[in-house]
């Protein structure tokens, strides 16, 4: 028996959750690193690591994945996610302290507890995302993963503010309450918006069991199922595009505000607006892209990119993935030309295109994972969690990668250029190349070999 495909009250709730991770997670990756530097005057290589380290634990992401697929249900993997995140955020508050009187526990705590916060946001992400592909219908994905995106931002955004204005006047008392209470009301809000939402129906297809009294079993089937999912072309591919995309789409991250401070001369109130703008960009570009992807995509988000189910889904979002990235190397081309004329460039409008683009290539993106987890496999199961994690532990690297290479590109190039004009010329650049060489992996077609093997699998699956 099949469960009943989610309608937009129940894609709404799953946005809720998206919410509830991004509000934790803003306060532990944003709100104390500016503590940790600002407040308690530790070195930024710190929060840096810390965050890197998050991003690292991820990597655990297909084990999260796997286990979901193999249970009946995946809302416990989700709360019990949210928990070990909000746990591991209420450490890291914890350590702060200990971090300042550079006590001998402090960096143990603090790395314990944002370990416990990459394998929160693994756990609970993966399995929603799964959940998402599994039961939403095809023609609802483009606009489920804007919806989801939107809500996450808007979550982040709302938590930043409520939190900001708490904080003030600082004291460690008042973070240690204003956290508490941003992952208390986080994780309630994710627990109740989830209720009823999966149902009592396991989901149909999910892997076989295994025997989770033996380790080595389990060992086994996760390291079976990665060798399935990689021996498969379409969804070895689609892994180097998320991995080539997000790379790019991170790399601007940490180093938009220094460029606009260093090469515009802008104050550090101007900076943060103008990085409003971007962010305002990325709303409005997901919106486009969850709007007229379920408009005029069809269902074959992940056509082009991973081969598609036929030619109509083929040339469905497709379009818009290759077309957001093309755009974001065109936004920042337009900044490597703005880096050179300095004041005078329409800077605004340059950041705001780039948002745009970003905001319609990552819903693409995400869409395109959500149709392609969501296929069924030859021996009919589903691996959604698995595929799932796979695709989250590539962009977990690459956002981790992506900021790093980008910070550390500037601080090079300074060194040894000297001109920054000129340094973030060459950066915004290889940026907009990186971008190109994604589009190219999305426009790909599947060899023939691969084509063939999809009609085999479709015949057997109508016989």
Not at 7 to 15: A, M, N, P, S
Not at 197 to 208: D, F, M, N, Y
Request: hydrophobic content about 60%; some cysteine.
């Amino acid at each position: 028996m099949s469960a009943v495909p989610l309608g937009w009250l129940g894609i709404v709730r799953l946005g809720l959750v998206q919410s509830a991770i991004g509000a934790i997670v803003m306060l532990a990756t944003s709100l104390l690193n500016r503590v940790m530097v600002v407040e308690y005057a530790l070195p930024a290589a710190l929060p840096a690591g810390l965050v890197a380290w998050h991003y690292a634990v991820q990597l655990s992401r297909p084990v999260w994945g796997h286990g979901s697929d193999r249970g009946a249900r995946r809302t416990p993997w989700i709360v019990a996610g949210m928990a070990v995140l909000a746990l591991g955020a209420l450490l890291a508050v914890g350590a702060l302290p200990l971090l300042a009187a550079r006590a001998p526990g402090g960096l143990a705590l603090a790395i314990a507890a944002f370990a416990m916060i990459g394998m929160g946001v693994g756990a609970a992400g993966t399995s929603l995302l799964a959940l998402l592909a599994t039961r939403v219908s095809p023609e609802r994905r483009a606009a489920a993963a804007a919806i989801t995106w939107i809500m996450m931002v808007a979550g982040i955004a709302v938590t930043a503010g409520i939190a900001g204005a708490l904080l003030d006047p600082f004291s460690a008392a008042r973070l240690a309450r204003v956290a508490a209470g941003v992952a208390g009301c986080a994780f309630v809000l994710a627990v109740v918006a989830l209720l009823g939402v999966e149902g009592a129906v396991p989901s149909r297809g999910l892997a076989t069991p295994v025997d989770a009294s033996r380790p080595g079993e389990r060992s086994a089937a996760l390291m079976t199922a990665l060798q399935t999912i990689w021996d498969d072309g379409e969804a070895r591919r689609f892994t180097l595009f998320v991995f080539v995309s997000m790379l790019a789409y991170a790399m601007q991250d940490l180093i938009l505000e220094p460029f606009a401070g260093l090469v515009f001369g802008l104050a550090p109130g101007a900076s943060t607006q103008l990085a409003g703008v971007q962010h305002g960009g990325v709303l409005v570009g997901m919106i486009v892209a969850g709007v007229g992807g379920g408009a005029f995509g069809g269902g074959g988000i992940a056509g082009g990119i991973a081969g598609g189910i036929n030619a109509g889904e083929a040339r469905g979002l497709r379009w818009w993935i290759v077309g957001g990235c093309l755009g974001s190397a065109a936004a920042l081309a337009g900044l490597a030309l703005a880096a050179q004329i300095g004041p005078g460039w329409p800077l605004t409008a340059n950041v705001a295109l780039l948002g745009m683009a970003n905001g319609v290539f990552a819903v693409a993106a995400i869409g395109a994972m959500m149709t392609l987890a969501g296929s069924v496999q030859a021996d009919g199961r589903r691996q959604a969690g698995l595929r799932m994690g796979v695709w989250g532990a590539a962009q977990a690297i690459a956002f981790g990668l992506g900021g790093l290479l980008g910070a550390v590109g500037v601080d090079l190039g300074r060194s040894r250029i000297g001109s920054p004009a000129t340094v973030f010329t060459l950066v915004f650049l290889v940026e907009a190349l990186v971008f190109v060489v994604a589009a190219g992996l999305a426009m790909r077609r599947p060899g023939r070999q691969q084509r063939l093997s999809r009609r085999a699998r479709a015949r057997e699956a109508a016989a």
